[in-house]
């Protein structure tokens, strides 16, 4: 029995024999050709691209009718890159002046651009590095009459085992004849996660090498709660694991019992709103038929990161998804969106904001900085909102306030721009809340202040414990720093809760600490009523919340209060919630 650690994408267990599947890296040998055959080659590869344009055209409507419309703009990018005239003209340059054969003028192109993003050196970039690859091998197949089919064998279900998993490979992946998936390599952020999380099975990526011992029908187990894969596991541990499927099947037939509810409910009485943290309008649906109180955070980035060459989205654009949140969620459901918070890692490709290069970007021209030197670009937002607001219950929040002066400035514009549609009788909601991010140690301290003019705060833990600990969250060499359980991080969090009570401001907390159950039970101890998670967690926050007492919650803060270190806290928080959850899915 050997064990393996990964990245642990999708939630779940699974029990099978694994596939493998060979991921046809095709090697193409350098073969020259005469000049009177240039013309040949270039019809060759005007046709290979044609055929593999239709091709990707079918994942994309594959993914589009069967995973919605996320997972069918991965293939949109695929399209555009084999649209792009600089690929084109790359290969058809190597193929004239070189006198090389189209197959290995493709492979050339496709792999300089790969290689240009590896250089990067940023996990995202090295993902899309992948997704050209994936690109470049439909194109040759196309030239060699290499066919692809199924990816796995479809008599019975399998686990299927990859080095890497093309997006095009795991979008042909049938969700009932697969029982979960494992990789050699990929990350949290790939778009081949993104497309195996939507299939809905247990994955785990980024496991190291594993497939040299896989042989012949292997038995292996899928953990996609812990990241970890067992091959050829005992049977005193399938025994286990068998047990803990079942807890789970279990567990999640409880969980659906709990959609009709709007706010969950402590057995002492006491109502907790849960709501969600979106980046997509569609996803509103999702958070309504959970029974989400309402959405505690509409991230807008992906407006501006989607779009190519720097191109700003425009105020259609803005109405358009805010209109489809709004309506979905409805008068009864309030839904903060949040103003861009662009800058640092979140920058639209062909975009620099900055007059000049940043050598710490997460401290420099960011969120409401930007907002405040880019007004028109903020204003367009802003007037898109307004717009949007007569269609559902908008709250408008503000990112990174660190001064009541950027507070005040912010606020003016937003005023501003409700004065421009008073003046041409332009509907709107007059009544919408303006709020802030609690984000830096500098608004904490500060609050007192804030409180006096702000509508609503909502604590984003994920800058905070960035800010508080001086850590880089995305510096692997400091990672073990940026803890969610931080005993820094919970003082923090006190004093926002006493003086968010002290001026019955409501508060709600959106950063990525919410999302983890066993978070939930201290956050609701420190004094929080309201948490706004991951969609996916939803109801297993309203269950968490439903199972302790604000009392045992009280006495789970005093007791992590005193603890020295976030391991120690972790610990004692996953033990504290084993104790009261028998069948516990969350380890």
């Given at each position: 029995?050997?064990?393996?650690?990964?990245?642990?994408?999708?939630?779940?267990?699974?029990?099978?024999?694994?596939?493998?599947?060979?991921?046809?890296?095709?090697?193409?040998?350098?073969?020259?050709?005469?000049?009177?055959?240039?013309?040949?080659?270039?019809?060759?590869?005007?046709?290979?691209?044609?055929?593999?344009?239709?091709?990707?055209?079918?994942?994309?409507?594959?993914?589009?009718?069967?995973?919605?419309?996320?997972?069918?703009?991965?293939?949109?990018?695929?399209?555009?890159?084999?649209?792009?005239?600089?690929?084109?003209?790359?290969?058809?340059?190597?193929?004239?002046?070189?006198?090389?054969?189209?197959?290995?003028?493709?492979?050339?192109?496709?792999?300089?651009?790969?290689?240009?993003?590896?250089?990067?050196?940023?996990?995202?970039?090295?993902e899309r590095a992948n997704d050209i690859n994936d690109v470049k091998n439909i194109v040759l197949r196309e030239l060699l009459a290499v066919k692809q089919g199924s990816v796995v064998d479809e008599r019975y279900p399998v686990i299927v085992a990859a080095s890497f998993l093309a997006p095009s490979e795991a979008a042909k992946l049938e969700p009932a004849m697969t029982l979960g998936i494992?990789?050699?390599?990929?990350?949290?952020?790939?778009?081949?996660?993104?497309?195996?999380?939507?299939?809905?099975?247990?994955?785990?990526?980024?496991?190291?090498?594993?497939?040299?011992?896989?042989?012949?029908?292997?038995?292996?187990?899928?953990?996609?709660?812990?990241?970890?894969?067992?091959?050829?596991?005992?049977?005193?541990?399938?025994?286990?694991?068998?047990?803990?499927?079942?807890?789970?099947?279990?567990?999640?037939?409880?969980?659906?019992?709990?959609?009709?509810?709007?706010?969950?409910?402590?057995?002492?009485?006491?109502?907790?709103?849960?709501?969600?943290?979106?980046?997509?309008?569609?996803?509103?649906?999702?958070?309504?038929?959970?029974?989400?109180?309402?959405?505690?955070?509409?991230?807008?980035?992906?407006?501006?990161?989607?779009?190519?060459?720097?191109?700003?989205?425009?105020?259609?654009?803005?109405?358009?998804?805010?209109?489809?949140?709004?309506?979905?969620?409805?008068?009864?459901?309030?839904?903060?969106?949040?103003?861009?918070?662009?800058?640092?890692?979140?920058?639209?490709?062909?975009?620099?904001?900055?007059?000049?290069?940043?050598?710490?970007?997460?401290?420099?021209?960011?969120?409401?900085?930007?907002?405040?030197?880019?007004?028109?670009?903020?204003?367009?937002?802003?007037?898109?909102?307004?717009?949007?607001?007569?269609?559902?219950?908008?709250?408008?929040?503000?990112?990174?306030?660190t001064t009541i002066r950027e507070w005040r400035q912010a606020k003016m514009i937003f005023h501003d721009v409700c004065e421009e549609f008073n003046e041409r009788g332009e509907p709107y909601d007059h009544d919408i809340a303006l709020g802030i991010m609690v984000e830096t140690p500098a608004t904490v301290i500060m609050l007192d202040q804030f409180a006096i003019e702000v509508d609503f705060?909502?604590?984003?833990?994920?800058?905070?414990?960035?800010?508080?600990?001086?850590?880089d969250r995305s510096n692997k060499e400091v990672n073990a720093l940026y803890a969610q359980e931080s005993p820094a991080l919970m003082r923090l969090i006190k004093r926002v809760v006493d003086v968010s009570n002290l001026y019955g401001k409501p508060l709600a907390i959106c950063g990525q600490m919410a999302s983890v159950p066993a978070n939930v039970p201290l956050l609701l101890g420190l004094?929080?009523?309201?948490?706004?998670?991951?969609?996916?967690?939803?109801?297993?926050?309203?269950?968490?919340?439903?199972?302790?007492?604000?009392?045992?919650?009280?006495?789970?803060?005093?007791?992590?209060?005193?603890?020295?270190?976030?391991?120690?806290?972790?610990?004692?928080?996953?033990?504290?919630?084993?104790?009261?959850?028998?069948?516990?899915?969350?380890?």
């Amino acid at each position: 029995m050997k064990y393996y650690h990964g990245i642990a994408v999708a939630p779940g267990v699974a029990i099978g024999l694994l596939s493998v599947v060979a991921n046809n890296q095709l090697f193409i040998p350098r073969r020259a050709i005469d000049a009177n055959q240039v013309d040949d080659e270039l019809r060759r590869l005007e046709a290979a691209f044609e055929r593999a344009q239709t091709a990707v055209s079918q994942c994309r409507d594959k993914a589009q009718e069967e995973l919605g419309g996320q997972y069918a703009q991965i293939f949109e990018a695929h399209l555009l890159f084999l649209m792009d005239p600089n690929l084109r003209a790359r290969v058809e340059t190597a193929i004239q002046d070189d006198l090389v054969s189209v197959e290995f003028a493709v492979a050339q192109a496709f792999d300089f651009y790969a290689a240009q993003l590896r250089k990067l050196q940023d996990a995202t970039y090295a993902e899309r590095a992948n997704d050209i690859n994936d690109v470049k091998n439909i194109v040759l197949r196309e030239l060699l009459a290499v066919k692809q089919g199924s990816v796995v064998d479809e008599r019975y279900p399998v686990i299927v085992a990859a080095s890497f998993l093309a997006p095009s490979e795991a979008a042909k992946l049938e969700p009932a004849m697969t029982l979960g998936i494992v990789t050699e390599q990929g990350g949290r952020g790939s778009h081949t996660s993104i497309v195996a999380s939507a299939l809905g099975v247990p994955t785990v990526v980024g496991l190291g090498s594993f497939l040299s011992d896989v042989y012949g029908a292997c038995l292996a187990i899928v953990d996609g709660d812990r990241g970890q894969l067992i091959l050829d596991p005992t049977p005193e541990v399938v025994d286990q694991y068998e047990q803990k499927l079942e807890r789970q099947h279990e567990h999640q037939r409880r969980l659906e019992e709990k959609r009709s509810k709007n706010y969950a409910t402590t057995p002492d009485g006491v109502k907790v709103a849960v709501e969600a943290n979106i980046e997509f309008p569609y996803e509103a649906k999702t958070c309504l038929e959970c029974g989400a109180t309402g959405i505690g955070l509409y991230r807008t980035e992906f407006l501006y990161l989607a779009e190519k060459d720097g191109v700003m989205p425009d105020e259609e654009a803005h109405f358009q998804a805010y209109k489809e949140a709004l309506a979905t969620m409805g008068q009864d459901r309030t839904t903060v969106i949040r103003t861009f918070d662009l800058g640092a890692d979140k920058t639209p490709e062909g975009r620099n904001f900055a007059r000049e290069r940043e050598p710490n970007p997460f401290m420099g021209l960011r969120s409401v900085r930007l907002s405040l030197r880019y007004t028109d670009m903020f204003r367009t937002q802003l007037r898109a909102i307004l717009r949007a607001s007569v269609y559902g219950k908008a709250a408008v929040m503000f990112p990174l306030v660190t001064t009541i002066r950027e507070w005040r400035q912010a606020k003016m514009i937003f005023h501003d721009v409700c004065e421009e549609f008073n003046e041409r009788g332009e509907p709107y909601d007059h009544d919408i809340a303006l709020g802030i991010m609690v984000e830096t140690p500098a608004t904490v301290i500060m609050l007192d202040q804030f409180a006096i003019e702000v509508d609503f705060f909502s604590l984003g833990t994920n800058d905070l414990l960035q800010y508080a600990q001086a850590v880089d969250r995305s510096n692997k060499e400091v990672n073990a720093l940026y803890a969610q359980e931080s005993p820094a991080l919970m003082r923090l969090i006190k004093r926002v809760v006493d003086v968010s009570n002290l001026y019955g401001k409501p508060l709600a907390i959106c950063g990525q600490m919410a999302s983890v159950p066993a978070n939930v039970p201290l956050l609701l101890g420190l004094g929080l009523r309201a948490l706004s998670v991951a969609p996916g967690m939803i109801l297993q926050t309203k269950e968490i919340c439903e199972t302790f007492t604000i009392q045992e919650c009280e006495e789970i803060a005093k007791q992590a209060w005193l603890m020295e270190t976030a391991d120690d806290v972790r610990i004692f928080l996953n033990n504290e919630l084993k104790k009261k959850v028998s069948n516990f899915a969350y380890d």
